[in-house]
Structures are given as structure tokens and as C-alpha cells.
């Protein structure tokens, strides 16, 4: 059975920074494409973050462009998103999501469709007030 569980999230100041993390299970991180996205309430899906299969190539929404850096320790089945500079607009639930190679998977990375993959976790709230 498949898993992704997401910790690290929590209530931050802004202009702090957090670092979420999210361990997978059931199948091995190698060659899956991996990707953040996250909904604040009232809002849409937006996917954040994505990293391609090879993990050659990442992807950023310009909301988040040299803020956050998506990373991958394949040895240790986790998939990590470093936030700094957090700003109020960053509060929403973060979901981690991953799928196999392939070239609908790789254009959905490209486009930042990570909520439209075949495997996602529950997602951690992050909140960011004073």
C-alpha cells in the first residue's frame, strides 16, 4: 500500500522559515516525478514545486520562486520543502504527491499539476501569522 505522510508544519511568524517533510512508502522514490502543492481555504489547488523523475530539472509558481527549494533523499524515501521568507498569503495545507515516469507525468510537472497525480499524502497545515 502506498503511502506519503507529511510532517513539519506548523505556525510560523512571517519572514520565518519551516522545513516540511514527507516519507513515502509502499514504493521506492526512484524515477517519481514528486511535487508540492497546496490549498488555502476558500482557494483553489495550486501546485508549488515540482521535480522531475531524474531530478535534473525543478519547477517553482512564481508565488514561491526563491523562497522555497524542493529536494529528494531517495535513500530515505523523503521527499523535504524548505520555506524561508514565509509570508501571511503562505498559509494553506501543503500536500506532498508523486507518480511514475512518463510523458503526461512529466508535462503535468512542467505545468505544476502535482495535485493530479496518482499518489498524495493528507497534507500539513502551515500557518504564517504574527
Known amino acids: 500500500q502506498v503511502q506519503l505522510v507529511e510532517s513539519g508544519g506548523g505556525l510560523v511568524q512571517p519572514g520565518g522559515s519551516l522545513r516540511l517533510s514527507c516519507v513515502v512508502s509502499g514504493f521506492t522514490l526512484d524515477y517519481k ?3 508540492w502543492f497546496r490549498q488555502a481555504p476558500g ?4 501546485g508549488i514545486s515540482c ?21 529528494r533523499d531517495n535513500a ?3 521527499v523535504y520543502m524548505q520555506m524561508n521568507s514565509l509570508k501571511p498569503e503562505d498559509t494553506a495545507v501543503y500536500y506532498c504527491a508523486a ?11 512542467r505545468e505544476l499539476k502535482i495535485y493530479e497525480y496518482d499518489y498524495r499524502g493528507q497534507g500539513t497545515q502551515v500557518t504564517v501569522s504574527t
Not at 51 to 69: E, I, L, N, P
Not at 99 to 109: A, E, F
Open 33 to 35: 516525478a514528486i511535487g
Open 43 to 46: 482557494k483553489e489547488r495550486e
Open 51 to 71: 521535480m522531475s523523475f531524474s531530478g535534473g530539472t525543478t519547477y517553482y509558481a512564481d508565488s514561491v520562486k526563491g523562497r522555497f527549494t524542493i529536494s
Open 76 to 78: 530515505k524515501s523523503t
Open 99 to 109: 507518480d511514475s515516469p512518463s510523458p503526461t507525468v512529466q508535462s503535468m510537472c
